[in-house]
């Protein structure tokens, strides 16, 4: 089976309490129940990992790498200006892996200053806007993007 990181960024561990009304109010507990079951609904083996340290995701990357894993990643608030997790999350891309980035809410409806992301130029594509339906559309199209490879 493949396999998939699911990489959360900071604060996404709060899941549940915190801005419920943005985020919603399941837990992140509630997120890796649900990532697993979708992944195995689409063949894929998947993993979700949470932290708050931005040197922990850029580590997660480069393992994504090494083992050839693809990778959904919601990098939270390190998306509006991570040069070092822009710059790990190339490294998935360019080694022909797919890396789809997600967001619970959909960041061109908020705050200006969420409206640009320094990780969606080098991400396979972004899902943004349907809460933790948006790891679902991930976890399918990277499914769907391996199932249209030559073999």
Do not use: K
Not at 26 to 47: F, P
């Amino acid at each position: 089976m493949t396999h998939v990181l699911v990489l959360n960024g900071p604060n996404l561990g709060r899941l549940g309490v915190r801005e419920p009304e943005v985020y919603g109010s399941a837990s992140h507990a509630d997120l890796v129940d649900a990532a697993g079951r979708w992944g195995a609904d689409v063949g894929l083996d998947v993993e979700v990992r949470q932290t708050d340290d931005e040197s922990e995701i850029v580590g997660w990357l480069h393992e994504a790498v090494d083992t050839r894993s693809h990778v959904v990643l919601n990098p939270a608030a390190f998306t509006h200006y991570s040069y070092a997790l822009r710059d790990a999350a190339a490294q998935v891309t360019t080694a022909g892996l797919q890396l789809v980035e997600v967001h619970l809410s959909n960041p061109a409806a908020r705050e200006s200053f969420r409206q640009h992301s320094v990780v969606g130029a080098v991400a396979t594509g972004t899902v943004a806007g349907f809460g933790f339906r948006s790891y679902r559309y991930a976890l399918a199209a990277i499914a769907d993007a391996l199932a249209d490879r030559p073999t």
